[in-house]
């Protein structure tokens, strides 16, 4: 079954220090893609990085980088100097071919991030 | 380029009443995705449309719940009649594909009192 867990409902960080959200995830297909969204308390799903299964690299946007180890099936999003902007919760997915054929995106429960002044 | 566009963005209605969402999505997008996100979870797809046509709504509560693409831009989703545990935020996301990244409007709170 396609699944991603996250296990920390929340999590609190000094300003400018780093932090790491974690993001486990489960399937059976070869090539899928991973993703991190913020949500602020406004709403919307804002993209801020994206994983191949194929990439052999880790993906790195700015501050923002993706601890992806395959063997272990764990995406973990790592932000860099945190800032009070920074404070929202995180979404972790994972892109997926279903039955039908088509690609559709699978969300974990999130994680709550606190930036402490 | 313009990203993709929900109204209203906050709506309060009581047990039992209709309620109706919008969305446009961003301007050459073939395939539009409703979500819904109950407090405290993740976003859960409710339907898929790939041009006018439904790709997958096998978690759309299909006794209450109805949307339409016409021609294959806008889409409506309707909720007729609300529960209580329809209280969410509906989001509407959009792609040029199924196999393209989605872009997320700002979504619409619903609360059913």
Redesign the interface.
């Known amino acids: 079954a396609q699944k991603?867990t996250q296990t920390q409902p929340g999590m609190f960080v000094q300003e400018k220090e780093a932090v790491t959200l974690d993001c486990t995830y489960d399937t059976s297909d070869p090539s899928y893609g991973l993703?991190w969204?913020k949500q602020p308390s406004?709403?919307?799903?804002i993209?801020l990085i994206?994983q191949g299964s194929y990439d052999q690299q880790n993906a790195t946007e700015g501050r923002y980088s993706l601890n992806f180890q395959k063997a272990r099936k764990s995406a973990n999003l790592v932000i860099s100097a945190s800032q009070l902007g920074d404070s929202a919760m995180y979404?972790c997915?994972m892109r997926t071919m279903?039955r039908?054929s088509?690609?559709?995106?699978i969300?974990?429960?999130?994680t709550r991030l606190l930036v402490r002044p | 380029e313009a990203g993709v566009a929900q109204s209203p963005r906050y709506k309060i209605i009581e047990k039992r009443q209709s309620v109706a969402f919008w969305c446009n999505p961003i301007s050459g997008h073939a395939t539009l995705y409703w979500y819904q996100q109950i407090l405290g979870q993740g976003p859960k797809l409710l339907i898929q449309f790939q041009n006018n046509g439904v790709v997958d709504d096998s978690q759309l509560p299909k006794d209450r719940f109805s949307a339409e693409r016409l021609k294959g831009v806008d889409s409506t989703l309707k909720i007729q009649p609300a529960k209580l545990e329809d209280s969410a935020v509906y989001l509407c996301a959009s792609s040029l594909s199924d196999r393209s990244w989605e872009f997320f409007g700002p979504g619409t709170r619903l609360t059913v009192l």
């Open positions: 991603i993703f969204y406004s709403g919307e799903m993209f994206y979404f997915a279903g039908d088509s690609y559709k995106l969300f974990g429960s999130g």
